[in-house]
Each structure stands twice: as C-alpha cells, then as structure tokens.
C-alpha cells in the first residue's frame, strides 16, 4: 500500500493560486522520486483564510487542517529580499503555530523575490511558446539572463508589455491572450531544473526537502 502525501498551501491571489497548484505538486513529486517508498502526492489545497491579520489568519489554518501533512504558506516579497517579510510576517507567524497543541506544524514558506511573475518569466522558451511569439528577449524587453530575473522590481509589468509587443500583429478578430491564462499552462510544464537557479525557488525546494525528513520519508543524507 502506497503512503500519501496530502499537502494544503496559501496564495495572495487568484492568479498564484493557478500558478502554485502545479508548482508545489511538482516540486513535492520530485522529491518524493527520491523515497524509497510509494509515495501517493495528492493535489495540493488552497486553503481559505479567516482572520483579521496574517498571523491569526495562518493560525486558523494551521488549526482548521491540521489534518494536512503539509501546509505551504505563499507571501511575496515585494522587496529585494525576502528578509523583511520573514522577520515581520512568517517569523511571527511559524512561532504562533508551534505554540498551538492541535495544528499542522510542517510549515514551508514560498516566498518569491520580487513577486511570482519573477518564478513565470523563467523558462523564457516556454514563456514565449505560450505567448506565441519568437521575437528575442531583447526585442520583447525581457531580461537576457535569469540572473537578472530577481533584480527586477516589477516582473509582472514587464511580462505584460512582453505579451502586448508579441500581439500587436495579430488580428483583432482573434481572441488575444491575457497575462492572467498564462499562470497554469506555464506551472505545469516549466522547468524546474531552470526555477533552481532562482534564490527563492531554491529556499523552497529546500524547506520542502525539510519537510518530507520530518515526515521521516526522507534521510538527511538523501
């Protein structure tokens, strides 16, 4: 009989909530390759919030389904680091839940430098596959290399400006694309292995390393 792996996580909107599902799933289906058991990964649950404030609010999570084996927390950093939002959101947060008796205390945190477009613009092949454009990045105002990406201070704008640049010849009489059908098809066929290079994205495919050896389905050697 196959373990499972039933994971819930959090998102700031509509569009990160796309995006994540098929990011986290991923990233936990390649970790568990490494198990030696069968391991089942259930898709991943966005989990409502209630609450006045981010603390409380992940408090109720952590309580309401602490039946989950994991709950992934999703806070942009809206900043060059993710030092702030971690010392004054997350920090605060993670302690408050470790205080309680009955919650999910297998926390990881998704914490994209600057926002979660920075994660979709990655694989600038895929991006522009799903664009339907092959204009080079110079000519579509991208970044050169994904070393750049989380420099930038606004990604989301840039991708929009990309996806208008790749449109303006095409028809009006054909449906055009818009930024917000861009999030799923690009989550499921990214390439991680390209996310890695990112600092954010490897921070949390650490944490969820972290929290499948808390599980006990992976050794700290593997």
Not at 73 to 88: F, G, L, N
Not at 140 to 165: D, F, H, M, V, Y
Not at 195 to 206: G, H, N, R, T, V
């Amino acid at each position: 009989m196959s373990n499972i792996l039933q994971i819930g996580f959090t998102a700031e909107g509509v569009t990160d909530k796309r995006f994540l599902q098929n990011i986290i799933r991923r990233t936990y289906e390649e970790l568990i390759s490494e198990c030696q058991t069968d391991i089942d990964v259930y898709d991943p649950v966005c989990l409502e919030k209630e609450g006045d404030n981010f603390v409380e609010q992940m408090m109720s999570i952590a309580g309401k389904y602490n039946y989950f084996h994991v709950i992934c927390i999703h806070c942009d950093a809206d900043a060059p680091t993710s030092e702030r939002v971690i010392r004054y959101k997350l920090d605060p947060a993670f302690n408050a839940i470790r205080s309680l008796d009955s919650a999910c205390h297998n926390l990881v945190s998704i914490i994209p430098v600057q926002m979660i477009e920075a994660w979709l613009m990655v694989d600038f092949s895929l991006l522009k596959e799903k664009i339907g454009t092959d204009l080079s990045n110079a000519e579509l105002s991208l970044p050169q290399r994904i070393g750049n990406i989380e420099s930038l201070t606004n990604p989301k704008e840039l991708i929009s400006n990309a996806l208008t640049i790749a449109q303006n010849d095409i028809s009006r009489r054909r449906r055009k694309l818009t930024l917000s059908t861009l999030y799923s098809p690009i989550s499921q066929e990214i390439n991680l292995n390209l996310l890695k290079q990112l600092s954010s994205y490897l921070a949390f495919y650490q944490s969820a390393r972290n929290s499948l050896i808390q599980l006990n389905y992976l050794t700290q050697n593997e």
